[in-house]
């Protein structure tokens, strides 16, 4: 399993970023996916989740409303659209899956495997 993220960088508060993962080495349309934040002295948040078929996502409260998730199963890509951004919403973002075809697990944060991780800096 190999994931690699891009897209990250510094933004302004209020303003929009898009990070991309490539994901290889599985079936990719079988198995819902991820993203995870991690800034410095907090605790790792899944920021969002999508399933296989776009059916169903998961956003904690922290994001909602201003974070979409997508996914190109074509491309075995997924996006996270992250609007309105906040200083609090630095930190390196990560793309990670359980191998699972839900996403009712990934609020725990344990998953499997994670990709390298991509900075975002929020400045205000």
């Known amino acids: 399993v190999q994931l690699v993220e891009s897209g990250g960088g510094l933004v302004q508060a209020g303003g929009s970023l898009r990070l991309s993962c490539a994901a290889s080495g599985f079936t990719f349309d079988e198995y819902a996916i991820g ?29 909602w409303g201003r974070f979409t998730i997508s996914r190109d199963n074509a491309e075995n890509t997924v996006y996270l659209q992250m609007n309105r951004v906040k200083s609090e919403d630095s930190g390196v973002y990560y793309c990670a899956t359980q191998l699972r075809y839900s996403c009712n697990d990934y609020g725990s944060g344990i998953l499997d495997y994670w990709g390298q991780g991509t900075q975002v800096i929020v400045s205000s």
Do not use: F, L, M, N
């Open 35 to 63: 993203w995870v934040r991690q800034a410095p002295g907090k605790e790792r948040e899944v920021v969002s989740c999508i399933s296989p078929s776009d059916s169903t996502t998961y956003y904690p409260e922290s994001v």
